[in-house]
């Protein structure tokens, strides 16, 4: 009988932060072993953050994570005990995960990113100085999604901007976050 192959799984890069208090390294070890098991949904995650809090008695634990594809995902659990925080927290993200995959293998709502590093030209100071250029490139397909979408992945990605296409309207649009929770909206059309 021959023997599967496993997918090589890899998370780029994880940042537990804690700013009030420093966790203990039994307690971030937890922490980095639990989420080793969301790359059964996409064995290469770019990077995962987790940020523990301390409130009222209450373990805070919140989970931001992208994938390959450069979906963001974003969980939020709180538990007396932080042990069950991240527990709950890591079940939720597997459930995001599992249902986006889901959508992804029926075809629908696919998104995918190339990102394209370019290294800068070599040039004088005083070049630069006159002369913008570009450092790298992005090229990003855009899915039709509907406002109301738009404006949830542009609260997960706490980006200053969010590029989506409007099927509603047929054009190119922009979410500005002029304040936390207020957005402007440009219509692109051409």
Known sequence: MAKRKRKATEIGEITIRSPHDE????????IERKLQKLTRF??????????????????????????????????????????????????????????YKERLQRGTNRLTREILSTPPPE?????????????????????????EEALLQAELEQEPFHVFYDSDSDCLCVLVRLQPGKYELREYTI
């Open 23 to 30: 966790l203990p390294a039994d307690a971030k070890a937890y």
């Open 42 to 99: 996409f064995p290469r995650i770019l990077w995962i953050e987790v940020t523990h809090e301390w409130q009222r008695g209450q373990h805070i634990i919140s989970i931001h994570l992208e994938s390959a594809d450069g979906h963001r995902f974003h969980y939020e659990e709180r538990a007396a005990e932080l042990r069950t925080a991240v527990d709950a927290a890591v079940q939720g993200l597997e459930h995001q995960l599992a249902r």
């Open 123 to 147: 040039t004088s100071t005083e070049a630069m100085e006159s002369n913008p250029t570009i450092v790298r490139t992005r090229r990003v397909a855009l899915k039709p999604m509907p406002v």
